[in-house]
């Protein structure tokens, strides 16, 4: 009888609240005072947010079991969190694991072999990644050398550019997987950094991708590009953090462009996106595009609407973010669309 309740209440709660099948995925680099700020939070800042999370009833699950619930279309438990981190850096192992092994909290690491291998200071050993994977970290892929993916090389075909991507993840897969036995098919974009023909590159693999754009992961996100709030820099403190706990998955029906990658001088790119409208206000809907105020945009029709930036977008990295707050409930829908440009000349940033 208790059980057929609970499944009662759950369809009620799914009724009424179709759109809360979501979770927030918080992506981190560094737990350090001495790291660069912009990608760092301090030691205790991680510690005061871990502990936000357990006092606030939050389910931090492992980052696989947000993915399988998204894939098989499945709710998960209100409140899910799943934790990451970039790179393998050495405060992953020497500050972070102490705390999330306190808490009990499951998480995951991207990295990438070649600086893995390197031995840098900062950097974790694979023995130390085997530790973290021995207690219940999750090793993921985060390619071979942490080179920007879609850049192709001088001189190079598109079927060369894929088949030399498609040899670096399936080799960095290879290498995780025989240092820790994992293979767990989870691909964290170097830099953020994915186009459509790379995000379909991962599905004919079978991985799936994480970017670095904002938002709630959920039925309606792209398994090739599911969102990751980062936690840093300026965005590293309570307020902003408790504003990203509450983001819920914006009902996003189609939008277009999908194709991150702007190439031959659009540089403004007019996105039209068309929602499920249930929990919605269109008045409330703001996007926020590089270098303006926040923007009402243009409705073209009840469900669907467009925007597009006033000047052209900087070459390299930028985003369009809108948000929404639920009619019926708490927090923010978001929806983040990535963007990445060359130069004037056709030619890549250098970092
Ligand atoms: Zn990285």
Redesign the pocket.
């Known amino acids: 009888m208790l059980c057929s309740l609970r499944v009662l209440a759950a369809i009620i709660l799914l009724v009424a609240a179709p759109y809360s099948l979501a979770a927030v995925i918080l992506q981190y680099?560094h737990v350090s005072e001495t790291a660069p700020k912009v990608t760092s939070v301090t030691p205790a800042q991680f510690k005061e947010q871990m502990q936000y999370l357990a006092d606030n009833h939050f389910q931090v699950v492992p980052l696989t079991e947000v993915v399988a619930s998204i894939k098989a279309k499945k709710a998960l438990p209100a409140k899910t969190v799943a934790i990451t981190f970039?790179?393998g850096y050495r405060s992953t192992f020497d500050t972070a694991h102490p705390i999330l092994q306190a808490f009990g909290f499951p998480y995951t690491v991207?990295v990438?072999i070649a600086p893995t291998a390197k031995g840098y200071r900062d950097m974790m050993s694979w023995p130390q990644l085997q530790q973290l994977a021995q207690q219940g970290a999750t090793i993921a892929n985060?390619s071979y050398r942490?080179d920007h993916l879609i850049r192709r090389l001088a001189d190079e075909t598109e079927a060369q550019w894929l088949a030399r991507v498609t040899r670096d993840i399936l080799a960095t897969e290879s290498e995780i997987k025989a240092k820790t036995g994992q293979s767990v098919k989870l691909l964290?974009y170097?830099?953020g950094e994915y186009n459509t023909r790379l995000q379909a590159l991962l599905t004919e693999v079978g991985f799936v991708g994480l970017g670095q754009q904002s938002g709630a992961a959920g039925p309606y996100s792209l398994l090739t590009a599911l969102p990751r709030f980062p936690v840093a820099g300026a965005y590293a403190d309570m307020d902003s953090l408790k504003v990203k706990l509450a983001a819920r998955n914006m009902p996003v029906v189609s939008s277009s462009p999908t194709n991150p990658e702007l190439a031959d001088g659009h540089w403004q790119p007019r996105l039209q996106v068309t929602l499920e409208m249930a929990d919605i206000n269109p008045a409330q809907l703001r996007c926020y595009l590089p270098g303006q105020a926040a923007v009402k945009p243009q409705w073209i029709s009840a469900d669907s609407f467009q925007v597009q930036a006033l000047k052209p977008l900087p070459a390299g990295r930028s985003r369009y973010n809108c948000t929404v707050p639920s009619k019926h409930g708490h927090g923010y829908y978001w929806f983040s669309q990535s963007w990445v440009r060359p130069d004037d000349q056709g030619q890549w940033l250098i970092e």
């Open positions: 680099h970039d790179d991207f990438s985060h942490h964290a170097p830099y």
